[in-house]
């Protein structure tokens, strides 16, 4: 039972800190003012130094922004968010951008070695298990805040011609990429907050992988809120051409606060003929406290367009932390033969509420989706699975599987199951699965007559529902995500 | 009283001039509902995939008092003849939304009173509740009120509605149709929606299943080819009773059955299933929202879709948990099988679950005929066009099989073959 001892010596280890991420970090910041108008705007843009026609770019989301309501079909309920009680540009204070490892903050790098992101390179193999060999290292851009404080390994990858850098330089270095795929899956004026975070992102990654490049190392983005009252949205691009790949890790977290911090994220992915991304998510923001007080806003835009024929887009995702989600990692199957994937893990506990799925969008004839979604509910929590599969006219011979599983642990969460399926198009097969149950009484008293506690026995056979997710995940990410599981869970049984 | 305006009500505004003359204070808050909310658009959740621009353009008015009798004698004989048990059952008839004791037969075992005597609108549809219900409340014309004591057997009773229009749509009917079993009743109630032309039906029916009883309720939807129905059912079941649904969506050119079921106490069971057989540019809608709101009740819904030409089927189902109703068993699923490129279906089964001691599973597939199937059928010497047909048959049959009133199963599948020659057209 090695994954039992493992969780559980995590949570010894733990103590009574049951969010041990809630620390605030005390270094310089550089706030703009509270509120959002133009001149924020043209302030960010100023900051970041970028060029007219991103600024514009910001300033025609933003006007888009204010004709738009915040959408309320999702099942979470939350008191309306002053969008003009938010600072949307908030930057630990630094000369002119860090050139290197040492020109960052140290009370910053201390807060990711707290957070045991593997900043350093070369503390980078340390936490790799003695006798599996070589393995490839993590090439990290850690968000702060509003911006990208430190990219790792820059050098390596620049050699296998891989762009990956701050998505504000990328803006000033290489402005014909960004120029012509920003924005191109997931438009301005797509939602409410995609619209809000074009007119205002600060920072985020910008990947670029060139014909034939199988990236050399996995990719990796940490994102973390430390100042209060600050807003983040972050930006990500990852453009991957022919015949290339890559596979990109993302990370969160954010001190306990008794407010609430909005973050939302738009994140677009592009994958040209035979190119595949692999995306994977630990979103462990802070969740609030037990009464439900503070905690992370989480609405998020995540899109893939598969624009190649036979490209592959695959998201993981891990969701254990926010106060709400709001989130719909997708994918648009244009190309021919194209390929999506949606493996997800969502618990939510105490007072937080969840609503996330998938949207498969079948343009192109062969495409086939896969959508495996695993939801967790204990406390009182609420937790809904919504997805979309959509079928169009030409998608002849798409396929579709979907699996959503659901468990309740205790009579006071709720599990919701919201699937829409479309099917246009008589030569496609869609299958679509889901139940919902509780921990089986004769699972726990197979693991209990065998010495395990309660709290263990639940946590070994959460993991064993959550299998077919955490199998899809990098090694690194899976073991942390066991531990997210076992922790979010905590207190939720007996 | 407010008038409505076209331009803000949408469909509403067909009905502004009957909607302005209502009497009756149960009739005028349906009213205000209305202008408050309109009649859905697909904005609504759920209307999202049925819009109701079938309805048309032209301002609908009440049915005439007076019904060409031939006609409807012809329809009743239609029906009669598809089924040779159906002749010697009783029987309610409505032409138009309105009693034609002409041509009824009354049954001893049933008490039967009319809307129009007793102007009874039911506890259980509630007009704020869903705007079509409101509708029927503002301008329900009338209903059978159906009871049956406690322990009666009351064997089966047919309840044909009838629907004479023309060419374009010029009048609707609201009939308002009440079920109560007593405790231990048992009926078998067959719901024909027949008629010819262009019309628009909208009935409500309010069931209570007392405790230990068990309605079977069969509803055939064969309306008018140019007909918009659009039903609603309110079924409230006691501890260990049993209410057994089953619709059938064949003729019409916009028709959606919509059951709200309630399991109430413990130990009651719900089975809401349903086939529709569509082609041309049919729309058919089953939407069902089943509520466990007590521990230890069961919910089966098996829903299948067989779509032809540019027809669209739709199906909505909910199952709801509430958190008192542990043990709750439910399943629900829902196929659909297309056979022309231009067919298209819209599923959203939905599982709302508040208890954790439960068991809910819901599925949906889609596809087109299997071709392995049809070598397979065509290699034994089987034509085409017969070989399709059998498949066809296959899908559905283990659907219809969950009709148990032999005499209702019967007539679905012989209205079934009769839409069956559509096959040939896609």
Not at chain 1, 445 to 474: H, M, T, W
Not at chain 2, 45 to 50: C, G, L, N, S
Not at chain 2, 91 to 117: C, Q, Y
Not at chain 2, 377 to 405: C, K, N, W, Y
Request: glycine share 8%.
């Amino acid at each position: 039972m090695p994954v039992a001892t493992e969780t559980k010596e995590a949570v010894e280890k733990l103590g009574q800190s049951t969010y041990k991420w809630g620390f605030e970090t005390d270094i310089e910041m550089d706030l703009a003012p509270k509120g959002l108008n133009e001149d924020i705007i043209r302030l960010i843009s100023s900051r970041k130094e970028e060029p007219g026609w991103m600024l514009e770019w910001r300033l025609a989301a933003f006007r888009t922004w204010q004709s738009m309501e915040d959408p309320k079909w999702a099942k979470v309920s939350y008191p309306p968010i002053d969008y003009q009680d938010i600072h949307y540009y908030a930057a630990p204070r630094s000369k002119a951008g860090p050139k290197s490892l040492d020109e960052v903050d140290p009370a910053l790098l201390k807060t990711y070695e707290k957070l045991g992101i593997p900043l350093h390179e070369q503390a980078l193999l340390a936490g790799v298990e003695p006798g599996e060999g070589e393995r490839l290292p993590v090439a990290v851009d850690a968000v702060f805040d509003s911006v990208s404080v430190a990219t790792t390994f820059r050098k390596t990858l620049a050699e296998a011609g891989v762009i990956f850098c701050p998505i504000s330089e990328a803006i000033r270095e290489h402005p014909d990429l960004v120029r012509r795929y920003l924005g191109s899956v997931v438009p301005a004026g797509d939602n409410f907050y995609s619209a809000l975070n074009s007119a205002v992102f600060t920072d985020g990654s910008f990947v670029y992988v060139p014909k034939g490049v199988r990236c050399p190392m996995e990719l990796s983005t940490y994102f973390r809120i430390n100042a209060r009252n600050t807003g983040q949205f972050e930006r990500t691009l990852i453009v991957v051409e022919e015949g290339a790949s890559v596979s990109y890790l993302e990370g969160c977290t954010a001190p306990m606060r008794d407010e609430n911090q909005l973050h939302a994220a738009v994140v677009e992915l592009v994958a040209m003929d035979d190119a595949s991304i692999k995306y994977s998510t630990v979103q462990n923001w802070y969740p609030g406290d037990e009464e439900g007080r503070g905690g992370i806003y989480n609405f998020v835009t995540k899109r893939g367009a598969c624009r190649g024929a036979r490209s592959k887009i695959s998201w993981t995702q891990v969701e254990t932390g926010s106060a709400i989600t709001w989130k719909y990692p997708s994918c648009i199957l244009q190309g021919e033969g194209s390929v999506g994937e949606f493996y997800s893990v969502a618990v939510t506990n105490n007072c937080q509420q969840a609503d996330t799925g998938t949207k498969m969008i079948h343009l192109g004839r062969n495409t086939r989706s896969t959508i495996i979604a695993k939801t967790i509910s204990a406390g009182r929590s609420d937790s809904t699975y919504r997805g979309l599969v959509r079928v169009q006219p030409k998608a002849s011979g798409a396929r579709n599987f979907t699996q959503c599983d659901s468990l309740l642990i205790g009579d006071k969460c709720g599990a919701h199951t919201v699937p829409y399926i479309e099917c246009r198009n008589m030569a496609a097969r869609v299958e679509h699965e889901a139940t919902t149950s509780k921990i089986s009484e004769d699972q726990l008293f197979y693991c209990r007559q065998r010495g395990l506690s309660e709290e263990d026995a639940v946590g070994l056979i959460v993991n064993g529902f959550c299998r077919d997710v955490l199998k899809e995940l990098p090694m690194e990410f899976a073991v942390e995500a066991q531990k997210l599981l076992q922790i979010s869970l905590e207190g939720s049984v007996g | 009283m407010n008038t409505i305006s076209p331009d803000r009500s949408g469909p509403l505004a067909l009905f502004s001039q009957r909607l302005e003359g209502v009497a009756g204070a149960e009739r005028q808050q349906a009213v205000a509902a209305l202008q408050r909310v309109g009649l859905p658009s697909r904005r609504v959740e759920a209307w999202k995939y049925t819009a109701l621009r079938a309805l048309g353009q032209t301002s609908l008015a009440a049915p005439a008092a007076t019904y060409d009798v031939m006609a409807a004698r012809a329809v009743l004989d239609d029906v009669l003849a598809a089924q040779d048990t159906l002749a010697g059952l009783p029987r309610l008839v409505f032409v138009n939304g309105r009693h034609a004791p002409e041509l009824s037969v009354l049954s001893e075992a049933i008490k039967v009173t009319f809307f129009v005597d007793t102007l009874r609108f039911g506890t259980a549809a509630a007009p704020d509740r869903d705007p079509l219900v409101a509708l029927n409340t503002a301008l329900a014309e009338d209903g059978a009120q159906m009871q049956v004591e406690a322990g009666v057997d009351a064997g089966a009773l047919l309840l044909l509605s009838i629907g004479l229009g023309g060419q374009d749509s010029t009048f609707s009917f609201h009939p308002r149709h009440a079920v109560v079993l007593e405790a231990g009743a048992r009926l078998a109630l067959l719901c024909v929606q027949a008629g010819q032309g262009a019309y628009f039906h909208n009935p409500v029916t309010d069931i209570s299943v007392g405790n230990g009883a068990a309605l079977e309720h069969v509803t055939l939807q064969l309306e008018g080819d140019a007909a918009v129905s659009l039903g609603t059912v309110y079924a409230n079941v006691a501890g260990e009773g049993v209410y057994d649904s089953f619709a059938l969506g064949v003729d019409g050119l916009l028709l959606r059955h919509e059951v709200h079921a309630r399991l109430g106490a413990s130990r009651a069971a719900v089975h809401v299933n349903g086939v529709q057989r569509l082609g041309a540019t049919q729309v058919g809608d089953m939407t069902s929202v089943i509520t466990h709101a007590a521990p230890d009740c069961i919910s089966r819904q098996t829903v299948r879709n067989v779509l032809d030409g540019h027809a669209r089927g739709v199906f909505q189902g909910k199952v709801l948990v509430e958190q008192i109703a542990q043990k709750t068993d439910g399943y629900q699923m829902n196929q659909a099988l297309l056979l022309s490129p231009d067919a298209e279906i819209d599923a959203k089964p939905e599982l709302e679950i508040y208890a954790d001691d439960v068991r809910c599973s819901h599925g949906a597939t889609v596809g087109a005929l299997d071709d392995e199937q049809l070598f397979y059928l065509r290699s034994r010497g089987v034509p085409e066009a017969q070989a399709r047909q059998m498949l066809i048959e296959a899908f559905l049959d283990e659907t219809l099989a969950l009709i148990a009133h032999e005499g209702a199963q019967a007539l679905c599948r012989a209205m079934l073959a009769r839409k069956g020659g559509v096959g040939a057209s896609a």
